[in-house]
């Protein structure tokens, strides 16, 4: 079946650098796509959404921007901070559900 | 606190064991799931509820089995598992059934199958 998938399963940072999160996506009906963040012991939380008649989307230091020609979700963070250390993960709504990928595990040093 | 609670966060039990867990939300929302998160896996839905009615069951093995009493509450019972089994189960909510709105998720129950 399709499914949402991400480039890497790793990325580390510095602290105060920029970090992009990608993820591909194979189902060109979706229209509804979702950022979560999971920390160690805790459920995903969400972080930012977007529908598909956008290609772009800000929050609160995070951006993300979707390219359905290629099929691309990307999150961006600005100035990486120690607490954004997680696991992320993009999602889409397929039908009636929300299907996850496999998540991008950030790691930021100081 | 989500707003979504999960209890126990932590299980541990044998494969002839019955065991439930259990979730609770808070937020008024009219749609639960539950859902499986394996090791190096994406996470995997396995029941839907819509208004207390289930609207999903996703090739789910018949040794776990979904409860949903009322809208705010959503158990899954647990019989004869597999150590394959041990995973964390996550519970998540969300205003209605099929519509674009992100999920509300608990701190999920990690549960080892011995």
């Known amino acids: 079946g399709e499914s949402v998938g991400l480039h890497l399963p790793t990325l580390s940072v510095q602290e105060g650098d920029n970090s992009i999160i990608n993820c591909a996506y194979s189902?060109?009906?979706?229209?509804?796509f979702i950022w979560y963040k999971q920390e160690s012991g805790k459920g995903p939380q969400f972080i930012i959404d977007?529908?598909?008649?956008?290609d772009k989307r800000q929050g609160q230091r995070v951006t993300v921007l979707l390219n359905k020609t290629v099929k691309h979700l990307s999150l961006q963070i600005a100035a990486t901070q120690p607490g954004d250390s997680a696991v992320y993960f993009c999602?889409?709504?397929?039908?009636?559900?929300?299907?996850f990928g496999k998540g991008t595990t950030l790691s930021v040093s100081s | 606190e989500t707003g979504v609670t999960q209890t126990p966060r932590h299980l541990v039990m044998g494969m002839t064991n019955k065991k439930s867990l259990k979730c609770e939300q808070h937020?008024?929302?009219?749609?639960m799931y539950w859902y499986k998160q394996s090791a190096k896996k994406p996470l995997e839905l396995m029941f839907v509820?819509?208004?207390?009615?289930?609207?999903e069951n996703n090739s789910v093995p018949s040794r776990f089995s979904p409860e949903c009493p009322n809208s705010s509450h959503l158990f899954l019972h647990l019989h004869t598992l597999q150590p394959e089994d041990s995973a964390l189960y996550l519970c998540?909510?969300?205003?209605?059934?099929?519509?674009?709105?992100?999920?509300?998720f608990g701190s999920g129950t990690r549960l080892t199958v011995v």
């Open positions: 998540a909510s969300s205003q209605v059934w099929g519509g674009s709105y992100g999920y509300t």
């Open positions: 937020l008024g929302h009219n749609a």
């Open positions: 999602a889409e709504l397929e039908r009636t559900a929300l299907i």
């Open positions: 509820y819509s208004l207390e009615e289930r609207v």
């Open positions: 977007i529908r598909s008649n956008m």
């Open positions: 189902n060109s009906a979706s229209d509804y």
